[in-house]
């Protein structure tokens, strides 16, 4: 237990080392692949198309419960406080400022993050990272970079698909279920809500994705032990990632609202 307690700070600074090292040196070639028009794009189209396909359909499903239960709540409160007009407002923005980027998020981190630590983990214990090494292959070139691009893609589309499906699915249920007034809904969403507002979630949506794929990249290179191996990463993975978005949330969140504090209606 002593011996634990000692290397795990060490061990946690490595491994955020290594993920900063890692998107840095992503960033850096995606740039230089762009500029001297060597990006993949095969790879990009075929990964964007893999991420999409496993976390649309989850997502589509998770954000209609997730806008119905936002216009349960504020819809509750607003009724409780004599404000049932402010129903649209609360629950629209709610949606848009923290729902839609944290549900595309979290589906990506489950879903396309674990996707892409197992297969990059199956290549290491496979030696097939290795021999691209060895080849003269860049790893970060070849296999990171098209998966970052692709997950911010997906991310900012998700989020985006979250923005809307959460909004229809609370003026549906606002409107049909607690016979609120269409119109003041949407009017008091639209008072209420600034372009501030989808700046900031788009923000979300590409840090998000960038993050889950660094990490996910990162966890599935430094894969060892086998196929245990591959287990553990890929469950380090999910949990790094959820708890790395919440943090990353919470930050934005709090400067969003020091920068472009709100004067009043």
């Known amino acids: 237990m002593h011996g ?4 795990h700070p060490v061990a946690a600074l490595e491994t955020v080392g290594g993920q900063c ?19 993949p794009v095969a790879e990009f189209v075929r990964q964007t198309a893999f991420m999409a396909s496993a976390s649309a359909v989850p997502t589509l499903f998770v954000a209609i419960p997730i806008g119905v239960t936002l216009s349960i709540q504020f819809g509750l409160l607003a009724g409780q406080v ?9 629950s629209g923005l ?26 990059l983990g199956s ?12 080849m003269g ?9 098209p998966r970052l691009v692709a997950a911010i893609t997906v991310g900012v589309a998700l989020t985006g698909l979250v923005c809307f499906v959460g909004f229809f699915s609370g003026y549906l249920f606002n409107t049909f279920v607690q016979n609120g007034t269409p119109g003041s809904f ?5 008072s209420f809500a600034t372009v501030g507002d989808f700046f900031l979630t788009m923000i979300k949506a590409v840090l998000y994705g960038a993050i889950v ?14 196929p245990a191996g591959v287990a553990n990463s890929v469950n380090a993975t999910v949990v790094a990632s959820i708890l790395l978005l919440m943090v990353v949330n919470v930050v934005l969140t709090q400067l969003y609202v020091l920068m472009f504090p709100r004067t009043g209606f």
């Open 123 to 134: 290549r290491k214990i496979r030696d097939e990272i290795d021999a691209l090494e060895v």
């Open 137 to 145: 292959i860049s790893v970060i070139r070849r296999l990171v970079v």
């Open 213 to 226: 794929a660094i990490v996910a990249c990162h966890k599935g290179l430094t894969t060892r032990g086998g």
């Open 21 to 39: 090292v890692l998107g840095l040196r992503a960033i850096q070639y995606l740039v230089i692949d762009i500029a001297t028009f060597r990006f």
């Open 94 to 119: 709610a949606v848009i400022r923290q729902g839609a980027p944290m549900v595309a998020a979290l589906l990506m981190a489950s879903a396309a993050g674990s996707a892409i630590c197992a297969d």
């Open 4 to 7: 634990y307690t000692r290397r």
């Open 186 to 190: 949407v009017s008091t969403f639209a």
């Open 82 to 90: 004599g404000a049932t007009s402010l129903a649209g407002a609360a």
